[in-house]
């Protein structure tokens, strides 16, 4: 038992879900940790999805240390008060915290996590005229999975995700993206998935749906579909994985147009409800 509890506190604290980490947004340098309901969240069995407040999602994730020091990352978890802590481990592997001091802050940040490819405007609309006239209203969805009992990777390819949107009367003609904003995966043993590579997807409304070329990698890639619908109808949009190395937690985010598309419901997909023996959606 104690072994199965160190493993969790390892996954969960030491750099395995990304929300674990501290961070400096675009906006600020304000520090983001693991809250309590966060913890609790990746810790409840089977898959938890959630819409995030903040419209340009999550800015939690592993940030490089400011002077050019790159291989740095530095972990925090908040107690009860509000007081944050670094999160250590000596030689021996024991995780220890001590009151954290953020580093100052250079002119010049990334956006902390691992947010697949950069995006400019990863929710530029796309209208049949050409233009980009909408101004869209960005949702954030995350979905946390984490599964110990294997005590092992889970290393399926192919169908992983899928949520289904309705699209909203008197929705504009056009190309509404479905952009991957964050991805943070592990393994059982605690090691982050490296250089992920991403793949938009697109909702074609009255319109034929625009499709991006998937990068050619021998990475970790995930990929979104594309569909086509008109107002009223029900579209189902499913993210896709290839060259899986194994994985047993992860923090996924996507962002959408919520004026054109009114999040329905979501789950595992085919391969990944298989491999993870959880219930299939729809």
Same mark, same amino acid.
Request: hydrophobic content about 30%; charged content about 20%; aromatic content about 10%.
């Given at each position: 038992m104690k072994s199965y509890r160190k493993k969790v506190l390892a996954l969960a604290l030491v750099g395995a879900v990304t929300f674990a980490f501290a961070g400096c947004n675009?906006? #600020?340098?304000?520090?983001?940790?693991?809250?309590?309901?966060?913890l609790s969240a990746i810790l409840q069995p089977g898959l938890q999805i959630t819409l $995030?407040?903040?419209?340009? /999602?999550?800015s939690t994730g592993t940030t490089a240390a400011p002077s050019g020091n790159t291989d740095t990352t530095v972990t925090t978890v908040t107690d009860? !008060? #509000? !007081?944050?802590?670094?999160?250590?481990?000596?030689?021996? %592997? !024991?995780?220890?915290? =001590?009151p954290y001091v953020p580093p100052a802050t250079t002119a010049a940040q990334t956006n902390p /996590?691992?947010?697949?490819?950069?995006?400019?405007?990863?929710?530029a609309t796309t209208t049949q005229s050409g233009s980009s006239t909408n101004t869209p209203k960005l949702e954030t969805r995350q979905a946390l999975w984490m599964d110990l009992t294997k005590q092992g990777d889970?290393?399926?390819?192919g169908q992983?995700?899928?949520?289904?949107?309705? $699209?909203?009367? %008197?929705?504009?003609? %056009?190309?509404?993206? $479905?952009?991957?904003?964050?991805?943070?995966?592990c393994t059982y043993d605690a090691v982050t998935i490296k250089d992920i590579k991403t793949a938009k997807g697109y909702v074609g409304v009255n319109a034929g749906a625009q499709k991006d070329q998937a990068p050619d990698t021998s990475s970790f890639l995930i990929t979104c579909n594309? =569909?086509? %619908?008109?107002? /009223?109808?029900?579209?189902? =949009?499913?993210?896709? $994985?290839?060259? !899986?190395?194994?994985?047993a937690a992860f923090d996924f985010q996507f962002q959408y147009d919520a004026s054109v598309l009114e999040y329905v419901d979501g789950g595992a997909a085919k391969e990944f409800a298989t491999s993870a023996n959880i219930g299939m959606y729809p």
């Open positions: 675009k906006s #600020g340098g304000k520090t983001e940790s693991l809250t309590e309901s966060e $995030i407040d903040d419209s340009q /999602g999550s009860a !008060n #509000g !007081n944050v802590f670094a999160v250590t481990t000596d030689a021996n %592997g !024991n995780v220890a915290t =001590v /996590g691992n947010p697949a490819q950069s995006d400019p405007n990863p929710a889970f290393t399926f390819n992983f995700l899928t949520f289904r949107f309705k $699209i909203k009367e %008197g929705a504009q003609a %056009g190309n509404y993206p $479905i952009s991957i904003t964050h991805t943070d995966f594309s =569909v086509e %619908g008109k107002p /009223g109808d029900t579209v189902d =949009v499913t993210f896709s $994985i290839s060259n !899986n190395s194994g994985f």
